[in-house]
């Protein structure tokens, strides 16, 4: 398992996303997972993404509502899948921890090889463009 995944579990009800860390108290020591791989693109302010002074909030919660477009898609495609964890580098992985950047972007390998499936967002030349387009949602 990742050392942190972002848990969807409640992100029909609540709109947010919790950073846990693995292994997560009560659950599996493995749990399926989904991978995001995207463009982080040229235009990257803004982007939400965890670093040593977030890390605290980010693991209280994220409003997917303020993630670029391909998390957000990537978060649709999960919740419809039933996949409750979502792995994407940018919240992940500890942006301006050396330490933590080098041993977890070390594991990226294992991260995307056991992951029960990756989502590639290779359409999107940016992370803020989405890869789902408009969704028509059924009420």
Request: charged fraction near 15%; proline fraction near 4%; hydrophobic fraction near 35%.
């Amino acid at each position: 398992m990742p050392t942190r995944l972002l848990d969807l579990k409640t992100s029909k009800q609540d709109g947010r996303a919790v950073l846990v860390n693995f292994p997560v108290s009560g659950t599996s020591p493995t749990a399926p997972y989904a991978c995001l791989s995207y463009c982080w693109g040229t235009n990257v302010d803004g982007i939400i993404k965890t670093t040593k002074a977030s890390l605290a909030n980010h693991q209280l919660g994220i409003a997917i509502s303020l993630l670029p477009k391909n998390f957000q898609d990537a978060t649709l495609i999960c919740t419809g899948l039933s996949i409750r964890y979502l792995w994407v580098d940018a919240l992940c992985i500890i942006q301006d921890d050396k330490d933590d950047w080098n041993y977890e972007s070390g594991q990226m390998c294992r991260v995307y090889s056991n992951s029960y499936i990756t989502i590639a967002a290779h359409s999107a030349d940016s992370c803020h463009q989405g890869f789902l387009g408009t969704q028509i949602r059924s009420q």
